[in-house]
């Protein structure tokens, strides 16, 4: 089985910025289809991101549009969340998915379709 592990959480302060990465020992990530997700104490895990195996075609949800980027490094077997100008309701533990995916050119933030699950990395925000 697939076993994301996600690094890079912290502590930040409004503005600042992380980089979060996900990686999985002995499979080949450039198969799957990747996403973000997060959850803040007391609220639903949310969608945050998500990029295709092969094509790279990238979504994201409304409230991180222009400030997250999420990119791959397939050679390093890598997906990173490159999270810019944090806001305080950023504060959450943010979670690495992963599905097989036959189709390159696919990715989604619906939490039901992802079959892997990382353990989670938490972003702590700082007044």
């Known amino acids: 089985q697939l076993h994301p592990v996600e690094a890079g959480g912290g502590l930040v302060q409004p503005g600042g910025s992380l980089r979060l990465s996900c990686t999985a020992s002995g499979f080949d990530l450039g198969s799957y289809t990747i996403a973000w997700f997060r959850q803040a104490p007391g609220k639903e895990r949310e969608g945050v991101s998500c990029?295709?195996?092969?094509?790279?075609?990238?979504a994201y949800a409304d409230s991180v549009q222009g400030r997250f980027t999420i990119s791959r490094d397939n050679a390093k077997n890598t997906v990173y969340l490159q999270m810019n100008n944090l806001k305080s309701e950023d504060a959450a533990v943010y979670y690495c998915?992963?599905?097989?995916?036959?189709?390159?050119?696919?990715?989604?933030?619906?939490?039901?379709?992802?079959?892997?699950w990382g353990q989670g990395t938490q972003v702590t925000g700082s007044s």
């Open positions: 998915a992963g599905r097989w995916n036959p189709q390159p050119t696919f990715c989604t933030l619906d939490v039901s379709y992802y079959t892997y």
């Open positions: 990029i295709s195996s092969i094509a790279f075609v990238t």
